[in-house]
């Protein structure tokens, strides 16, 4: 039996080491992206490119092994992130060009946004690709400061950008990680007395790779893997800023990627590339680290998506939720150990407004395949998109890398994902819901023309 003394002191001492364990402010975030970086594209995922740092960061944080984009390719994935809803709902069903005179919908609440009615300094540093006018860049999208590329380094014209200025056309593929890296330095620096909320979507490695002459021909795979050490480095001097500002404590750091790798690079073990809603084109790297309040070397095997991250966050910084219903959770449950998986409805997997896919905790059901993937050569007719004859269903957790189809075995688990599409449905925008009725009323038959029985995809 405890005395009353003992209660008091050990209750004192458990409530001392909540506080100190409690940020003395709103917390720092700081959220890296790689464009195209694949499952096993990471030492501690397994590659054999040398990523020191960020394997330092899983060792000092968690890593995650069934976190998921919202999106194959690259804009929806962005939109997603930034506001915890699917693509599809933000007016960001595909990749923007150049040319295109929208974005991503200007009634919807960015993370920034949000952050900066807390009075965060925010700042977008790389890759934008959510609209190219004006009024869709981050500078009118919650973000106090942009620099870096508004589309992808393989579209034209190839400009870096201050804010809403060209500054350098065509930009310079060799020197971007280091000057977004200096970027990213300098504003941590600045804002170190404000809380703050840094966005790095880097270029790299999407093609064209580039990496400075520090980097260039030093590693055994290749360019690619001299881009992929670059970004590492950089990761280490963002978070070596951090410290030296002695802002570290206080800081949340996030880094995956937004879709899986392309022409190059590895997505692991899994089946499929970008473009595709194989585990290979949307199964992503995630690393999050935040000394003292995420238990170090965990690794969590708990589904996640890019959706969770702006409910998180939120709440991790007290803003107000948006106006607009989320799809996304909060995972600081996960992040700090408290549980190993959530409940969750069934995660969409789209591709422009068809939906292809949908997982529900380890199974994944395929309803809808196009015909061709994105890195291969158009069929003649142009690439399509196919209703499966039959769903296939497979249990991620005993056959990750989906070769092996069990939906006859489970005819119930079939029936209950197939249930949970058809209640969603009626809640997304009409083009939604028209692709799916389309859909239902398709059957991939292989021996007719092409298009005969599937809705071409428009660019």
């Known amino acids: 039996m405890i ?69 194959p ?38 993370l920034a946004d949000l952050l900066k009615a807390q009075n965060y300094k925010t700042m977008c540093i790389g890759k934008w690709h ?24 393989d579209m034209n014209p190839r400009v870096l950008m201050h804010n809403t200025e060209v500054i350098e056309e065509p930009a310079k593929l060799e020197t971007l990680t280091q000057r977004y890296t200096e970027q ?23 093609i064209p790779l580039g990496a400075s002459e520090r980097f260039r021909g030093k590693s055994p795979e290749g360019l690619y893997g001299d881009v992929v050490e670059e970004l590492d ?11 030296q500002n002695g802002v570290e404590q206080n800081t949340l750091v996030l880094f995956t990627s937004y879709n899986g790798p392309w022409y190059q690079g590895s997505p692991g073990k899994l089946r499929g590339r970008k473009n595709t809603t194989y585990e290979g084109g949307v199964r992503e790297p995630f690393i999050a680290a935040w000394p003292g309040r995420i238990p170090k070397g965990r690794v969590c095997n708990g589904l996640a998506s890019m959706l969770d991250l702006l409910p998180t966050v939120v709440r991790l910084c ?13 995972i600081w449950p996960l992040l700090s150990g408290q549980k190993e998986s959530i409940e969750r409805e069934v995660l969409l997997y789209f591709d422009n407004w068809d939906l292809q ?28 998109s196919f209703t499966l004859a039959r769903p296939e269903l497979y249990n991620l957790a005993n056959d990750p890398d989906e070769s092996y189809d069990v939906a006859a075995d489970n005819p119930q688990v079939v029936e209950e994902i197939q249930r949970r599409i058809k209640s969603l449905v009626p809640g997304f925008p009409e083009q939604v819901q028209q692709a799916w009725t389309e859909s239902q009323a398709r059957k991939s038959i292989p021996s007719l023309p092409a298009g005969a029985y599937a809705r071409p995809v428009q660019p």
Not at 236 to 243: D, F, P, S, Y
Not at 318 to 330: Q, T, V
């Open 130 to 153: 959510l609209g190219r006018p004006a009024e869709y860049l981050p500078t009118r999208r919650g973000f106090d400061e942009y620099f870096g590329i508004p589309y992808s380094n």
């Open 184 to 206: 990213a330095v300098k504003f941590i620096h600045e804002n170190r007395d404000s809380p703050f909320f840094l966005y790095l979507p880097q270029t790299f490695p999407h």
């Open 73 to 110: 390719v690259c804009s929806p994935s962005r939109a997603a992130l930034l506001t915890g809803r699917y693509p599809t709902r933000v007016g960001v069903p595909r990749v923007f060009f150049p040319q295109d005179r929208d974005g991503l919908s200007l009634d919807e609440s960015t």
């Open 233 to 243: 480095w950089s990761v280490g001097e963002i978070r070596r800023a951090l410290k």
């Open 318 to 330: 007290g803003a107000a939720l948006p106006s607009k219903p989320l799809d996304g959770i909060d």
């Open 357 to 384: 896919c949908a997982r529900w905790m380890n199974w994944k059901l395929h309803i809808a395949r196009h015909n061709t993937a994105a890195y291969a050569p158009a069929p003649p007719g142009g690439r399509f």
């Open 3 to 71: 005395d009353r003394r003992s209660f008091l002191a050990s209750t004192g001492a458990a409530l001392a080491s909540q506080l100190l364990a409690a940020p003395s402010r709103k917390p720092n975030i700081v959220v890296i992206l790689c464009d195209d970086l694949g499952y096993g594209d990471l030492g501690c995922y397994g590659s054999k490119i040398p990523t020191p740092n960020l394997d330092r960061m899983a060792g000092e944080g968690v890593r995650f092994t069934n976190f998921t984009s919202a999106d």
